[in-house]
Structure formats: C-alpha cells, structure tokens
Nanobody
Framework: QVQLAESGGGLVQAGGSLRLSCAAS????????MGWFRQAPGKEREFVAAISPSGRKYYTDSAKGRFTCSRDNARNTVHLEMNSLKPEDTAVYHC??????????????????????WGQGTQVTVSS
C-alpha cells in the first residue's frame, strides 16, 4: 500500500473551479491505478474519475466535460481539475490507489472496494 494525501479543496461559488492534488510519500505512484471518489453527507462513496498508469481515463457521467484527471509520475502526484462546479459536487473528495498491472477495467476501478490505499480526503464545498 501507499500513503496518500489530498489537497486543494475549499469553498467556491457555483461555476467556479478547483484543482485537487493527491501526493504519495515513500512509494512511487507510477505503477498505480489512481481513482477519485467523493462522499457527500448521508450518501455512499461514489466514483468520480480514474486514471491508469499509462494515462487512460474513466469519468462518471456527471464529471465528463467538467473534470479532468491527470497524473505527473515524475512528481508522484495525481490531479483532479474541476471546472463549472455545481452545488451537487459538494463532498469530501478522496484519492485512492491500487496496482492492477496492465488492467484498467471500468467495473473494477469504479468500485471503491477495489482500492487498497486511500487518502483522508479534502472537503469541496460549492455554494449556490
């Protein structure tokens, strides 16, 4: 497993943007599939985006066209650029990592139970 730490959350007005970062300590992320999940109060943790070691990506439908997931293996970080934010995007955002070798299967990487390493999360609040 790898220790992960998110940053970049905050309070933003609807229509605004935030850039979340996820950094790893002690181990390289270059072989990890990385996911972004979010959890709003009273709701289950839900998939937002995932990126494979080679840069392939999946997004949940609500994130397509607004969010961009990227990785910088040289800096051992993963980012989630969020634009056109809506109040319903308000949640605690977590990054997660798991090594899958060359596999990058939608049904696998969209399930939070399939990730073994998690950050503590960063709060994103979008006001209307």
């Amino acid at each position: 497993q790898v220790q992960l730490a998110e940053s970049g959350g905050g309070l933003v007005q609807a229509g605004g943007s935030l850039r979340l970062s996820c950094a790893a300590s002690e181990r390289t992320l270059s072989t990890y599939t990385m996911g972004w999940f979010r959890q709003a109060p009273g709701k289950e943790r839900e998939f937002v985006a995932a990126i494979s070691p080679s840069g392939r990506k999946y997004y949940t439908d609500s994130a397509k066209g607004r969010f961009t997931c990227s990785r910088d293996n040289a800096r051992n970080t993963v980012h989630l650029e969020m634009n056109s934010l809506k109040p319903e995007d308000t949640a605690v955002y977590h990054c997660a990592g798991q090594e899958y070798g060359g596999a990058f299967v939608y049904a696998v990487v969209t399930d939070p139970n399939n990730f073994g390493s998690w950050g503590q999360g960063t709060q994103v609040t979008v006001s209307s």
